[in-house]
């Protein structure tokens, strides 16, 4: 027993021997390290394919939203590029909450208006008809009182 290790100890002083062993080391390492990387690689991959399916199977909301005043406020004070927190028009009621087609009634300089705001998004304040043709904002300003007169019809 003796006698091999100091066989195995004189092979290994040859230098010739030395550096065939250091570069077979260095192989099996790089191969190991290697096959590491790309098991990494792989399971960020995978993650990644896992979060994109998770985020199609969570898809659209099961619950209609609804428009608060909050909301509401929000919206006209962006499409008026006014400041959100210390705005000029002020959001007074909301009318008809529909997805679709809201009515809000908005006030400026205590002068009220119609406005309407289309899928919680758009908002526009000028005349809308229906397809009688009847005047839907003259409806809902005889409805709660709002005076003609200091209406801002847009120049007519």
């Known amino acids: 027993m003796n006698k091999k290790i100091r066989n195995i100890r004189k092979k290994l002083s040859n230098p010739r021997i030395r550096r065939r062993l ?10 190991i390290i290697l096959g590491v990387l790309f098991k990494v690689v792989y399971d960020i991959g995978y993650f990644d394919a896992q979060s994109l399916k998770n985020a199609e199977n969570a898809g ?3 619950t209609n939203p609804v428009l608060t005043m909050e909301s509401a406020q929000h919206i006209v004070s962006g499409a008026l590029k006014e400041d959100p927190y210390n705005p000029n028009t002020i959001v007074d009621q909301i009318v008809n909450n529909n997805r679709n087609l809201s009515t809000i009634i908005i006030e ?13 998004r758009l908002f ?11 005047n839907l904002n003259e409806g809902i300003e ?7 007169d200091n209406f801002n019809r847009g120049g007519h």
């Open 124 to 134: 526009f304040t000028c005349e809308l008809y229906n397809d009688q043709g009847y």
């Open 142 to 148: 005889h409805q709660y009182n709002i005076n003609r």
């Open 60 to 62: 659209p909301p099961t």
């Open 22 to 31: 250091k570069i077979a080391v260095s192989v099996w390492f790089g191969g």
């Open 108 to 120: 400026n300089n205590k002068i009220k208006k119609i406005a309407w705001i289309i899928d919680l």
